[in-house]
């Protein structure tokens, strides 16, 4: 399998600013439509654990970009595409019921921690569930920087060589960004002080794992070489499990 980054867009310095900038207006955007669905559902601004993940936020989406314009333009070129335009069917559907279910878990925990207290999560499990919160923040940039063909939406990059990646994270499954979805799903919910969120927070876990299956089966029909990495590397998420 071949396990080499390719690249082959030369950014002017120009060019690269004018993607920082518009990132940049993207991800405050982003936080300010995220912290004000959390905010106003919980009638307060003082809800650290909520600052926190935005805070990681910036610092994952700026990451990926300053270091996708150093080494791999082409990926953030085309990570920047829209799903409208590039994504398959299913992908478009997935990901408006993925939206809903993260509006969900922000709208139930707001409601839930700043407003009328339906549960109390204990303050040890808050502390140790950012662990694993971070962690899926961490295998995405894990896998994006093992992986230049990685996009917002599935598509053969025939024009960049798309090839079969198996190194870093891809070594030990096949579907690395995904695994972080889903720990975010299950301990986000926990770390900002919500059982009620896990029941939307489980519905994103389903929803990504419906994704991978059709990505995945996708990828073994139309990359070359796949299924042969699918034997050698045989779980698509979850190690020794599926």
């Known amino acids: 399998m071949a396990t080499s980054t390719v690249s082959h867009s030369h950014l002017s310095p120009e060019e690269k600013k004018r993607i920082l900038t518009r990132g940049f207006i993207r991800v405050i955007l982003f936080n300010t439509i995220v912290g004000l669905v959390f905010f106003l559902s919980a009638g307060t601004t003082q809800w650290p654990q909520v600052w926190?993940?935005?805070?990681?936020?910036?610092?994952?989406?700026?990451?990926?970009?300053?270091?996708?314009?150093?080494?791999?333009?082409?990926?953030?070129?085309?990570r920047a595409k829209g799903i409208q335009k590039e994504g398959k069917e299913y992908e478009k559907k997935v990901i408006g019921v993925y939206t809903l279910t993260f509006a969900a878990l922000m709208i139930v925990s707001g409601l839930d921690v700043g407003r009328y207290s339906w549960s109390e999560v204990p303050r040890l499990v808050e502390v140790f569930a950012f662990i694993p919160v971070l962690i899926a923040y961490i295998l995405p940039l894990w896998a994006v920087s093992s992986n230049p063909f990685t996009a917002g939406v599935m598509r053969i990059q025939e024009e960049r060589g798309h090839h079969v990646i198996s190194n870093g994270p891809y070594h030990f499954i096949r579907h690395?960004?995904?695994?972080?979805?889903?720990?975010?799903?299950?301990?986000?919910?926990?770390?900002?002080?919500s059982w009620w969120a896990l029941i939307p927070?489980?519905?994103?876990?389903?929803?990504?794992?419906?994704?991978?299956?059709?990505?995945?089966?996708?990828?073994?029909?139309?990359?070359?070489?796949?299924?042969?990495?699918?034997?050698?590397?045989?779980?698509?998420?979850?190690?020794?499990?599926?």
């Open 52 to 78: 926190i993940l935005l805070a990681l936020w910036v610092c994952y989406y700026l990451y990926m970009l300053t270091w996708g314009l150093r080494k791999s333009p082409d990926m953030v070129l085309e």
């Open 201 to 242: 927070g489980a519905a994103m876990v389903c929803v990504f794992i419906v994704r991978t299956a059709l990505e995945d089966r996708v990828l073994q029909k139309e990359l070359p070489g796949y299924k042969e990495y699918a034997k050698k590397v045989r779980y698509k998420i979850l190690p020794y499990i599926w």
């Open 176 to 193: 690395p960004m995904y695994l972080g979805t889903l720990i975010f799903g299950i301990f986000t919910p926990l770390f900002i002080g």
